[in-house]
């Protein structure tokens, strides 16, 4: 079992920026690639990064790429987002995700996720 606590969510002006972080307890949180997505209302939920288990191997959505990076620390037990260059369309409820079996963009790849955090762009 993994529990997940996302953190950092705000509202913010477009152009600004935002740092996400994800807190994982319970087990070993290198034994998971994880995996940030989100949702804004009424669309279905989107992927946006993830990361292997040592963090050597990144993937970004195409959407955030150059603009979004995703990293951990596993040794605090944290998962991060780092957002720049924020735009209104990035306004949604982002989620972490933790799979035991690899990196993957899809939202059946992950076996445990996080409540959410709110972030608000606006124009």
């Known amino acids: 079992q993994v529990q997940l606590v996302e953190s950092g969510g705000g509202l913010v002006q477009a152009g600004g920026s935002l740092r996400l972080s994800c807190a994982a307890s319970?087990?070993?949180?290198?034994?998971?690639?994880m995996g940030w997505f989100r949702q804004a209302p009424g669309k279905e939920r989107e992927f946006v990064a993830t990361?292997?288990?040592?963090?050597?191997?990144?993937y970004h959505a195409d959407s955030v790429k150059g603009r979004f990076t995703i990293s951990r620390d596993n040794a605090k037990n944290t998962l991060y987002l780092q957002m720049n260059s924020l735009k209104p369309e990035d306004t949604a409820v982002y989620y972490c995700?933790?799979?035991?079996?690899?990196?993957?963009?899809?939202?059946?790849?992950?076996?445990?996720w996080g409540q959410g955090t709110q972030v608000t762009v606006s124009s």
């Open positions: 990361i292997t288990r040592s963090g050597v191997n990144t």
């Open positions: 319970g087990r070993t949180f290198s034994d998971y690639a």
């Open positions: 995700a933790a799979s035991s079996s690899g990196i993957s963009t899809l939202t059946g790849g992950y076996d445990y």
